[in-house]
């Protein structure tokens, strides 16, 4: 197996590059074809986890290019007495 970028891209690229947007579908997590892995472009933190990612994906299945989703942040539509207080 060679060592070389191209050869590694290559070598992982979908079966079919069909070139469909489905970007209008928003965030998902699933391709309109059904297809669960995607291509990202990404960077790790200091502790291995997944810092950052582009939110452009290309579907593993079939090449489409969809929007992915964002991890939610717990309570993140949890209004309070505060908040309500601050829109008056």
Known sequence: ???DP???YFL???NDVSGEDYRFAGPVQE???GGDMFHIV???DSDGEIGMYILDGIC???GAIVTLPTPMKP???VTTEE???RDD
């Open 83 to 85: 908040d309500e207080q």
């Open 6 to 8: 191209e050869g590694v």
């Open 12 to 14: 992982h690229t979908p």
């Open 31 to 33: 391709c309109l074809c």
């Open 1 to 3: 197996m060679s060592s």
């Open 75 to 77: 309570n993140a539509f």
């Open 60 to 62: 593993w299945s079939c």
């Open 42 to 44: 990404g960077s790790f």
